[in-house]
């Protein structure tokens, strides 16, 4: 063999011994959430590792949620999955989950995040999962040619939404598209709630699970003005998922949405630009408040030691400022990273970061209970049962909700 030869298959065996594969497990299949998961998974194999897409269709996550136990259960958990907020503890808490720490050492990650984050991504204070971004729930996206044919403006408390509503559907268009499934609905109400309760009492609902609140008259007003908004949602919503949703916003059937900045990344992928195809707006009412959602990927125990390689580069990956700002740019959130290069980012996002920032001083930066944030995934089922059993009765009555929804919360804790 010549020396070339010989430094070639060195070369290969050292670029073998170092492939791995990393199984990875997310519900990320609309049009943008996918253009973001081709990202990580490009990342990756730049690095010589193989991507095994382990896709699970269904927004919020819930069938994702269901599957992921399976796999667990018989012993054969992927490298990675999309885990947020509390579940992080409980699977951690049944041994699943790896420590990160020589990664994170080695990257500095305690620098670089929020504080609110790390302590949601350590599990007895060790790194197992891994921040993505952070999405802000309370969003209204908007079509300005629809409002300007409805001659309104965008509604900035719920009872302009309700006067530019009924404009609206007098011109003939759809006011809110909705996708009638329960972690919608649930997206809908805790933006209603956020309005309604203000931070202080929202956090003592949906994080403290407070009896008082979670049944108190503030909580009656919050389930009136809810169902006052299906007078505004046309009757294809039942199952409709939610990109198919903005997709109406975007071709001009409907003139908002109440949905997550996830709902910018369909816009961007359709190519419109902000500001001029689409607006974004704070959800009535909600000015300076933000409700957040960072997703994160959990890491599970593995076997094999060239899949556990590959499994710390694509935690490394993660937070590279690379992948942070082409992955958000096309996800439509904002980067988890604090000390990141904004210019590239349009305007919605900028304001998204700037009122993240402020929110956090203010006291109005409160975790999302609709996507998994605020408290387990128990009390979540609990309350999305109620919330989409009352939104689905055009006969259910405000008061009687707040009592069933005080008695599955304390029944799921
Ligand atoms: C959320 C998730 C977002 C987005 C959305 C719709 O729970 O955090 O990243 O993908 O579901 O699928």
């Not at 990160?100 to 790194?127: C, I, Q, S, Y």
């Amino acid at each position: 063999m010549n020396k070339t030869l010989i430094i070639l298959s060195l070369l290969a065996a050292t670029s073998y011994t170092q492939a791995g594969e990393v199984e990875v497990l997310h519900w990320w299949t609309s049009g943008g959430e996918a253009k973001s998961a081709a990202v990580l998974k490009s990342k990756v194999e730049e690095q010589g590792h193989s991507w095994k897409d382990f896709a699970v269709a269904g927004g919020g996550g819930e069938s994702a949620m269901t599957v992921l136990k399976t796999r667990a259960v018989s012993g054969n958990p992927p490298s990675a999955a999309q885990i947020k907020g509390h579940d992080i503890q409980e699977w951690g808490n049944l041994g699943f989950l790896t420590s990160l720490d020589d990664v994170a050492k080695a990257e500095k990650w305690e620098n670089n995040l929020p504080g609110v984050v790390t302590k949601v991504m350590k599990h007895e204070g060790r790194f197992v999962a891994v921040p993505v971004n952070v999405h802000r729930v309370n969003w209204l996206w908007a079509n300005p040619e629809v409002l300007k044919a409805a001659g309104v403006s965008v509604p900035k408390t719920m009872d302009e939404f309700f006067a530019s509503a009924e404009k609206i559907k007098a011109a003939g268009y759809i006011p809110l598209a909705h996708g009638g499934q329960p972690w919608q609905d649930a997206t809908v109400f805790e933006a209603v709630a956020l309005d309604v309760l203000g931070s202080a009492d929202y956090n003592k609902a949906f994080v403290d699970l407070d009896m008082d609140v979670l049944q108190g008259s503030k909580m009656v007003e919050v389930f009136e003005k809810f169902q006052k908004i299906r007078d505004y949602i046309d009757s294809n919503s039942p199952g409709r998922d939610w990109n198919a949703a903005t997709s109406m916003v975007i071709n001009g059937d409907a003139a908002m949405q109440i949905m997550g900045d996830w709902a910018k990344g369909e816009f961007a992928a359709a190519g419109k630009m902000p500001g001029k195809d689409y607006i974004c707006a704070p959800s009535p009412g909600t000015d300076g408040q933000f409700t957040f959602n960072i997703d994160s990927f959990a890491f599970f125990k593995l076997k094999n030691a060239e899949n556990e390689k590959a499994q710390k580069a694509l935690a490394k990956t993660i937070l590279t400022k690379d992948f942070q700002e082409v992955f958000n740019l096309n996800k439509g959130s904002i980067p988890v990273r604090l000390d990141m290069d904004m210019t590239k980012f349009d305007s919605c996002a900028l304001d998204s970061m700037a009122t993240f920032k402020s929110s956090a001083d203010s006291g109005d930066l409160v975790p999302s209970m609709a996507h998994g944030l605020s408290t387990t995934s128990y009390v979540q089922g609990a309350i999305y049962d109620v919330v989409t059993d009352f939104f689905n009765d055009p006969s259910a009555k405000a008061d009687e909700a707040v009592k069933k929804l005080a008695k599955a919360v304390k029944a799921a804790i």
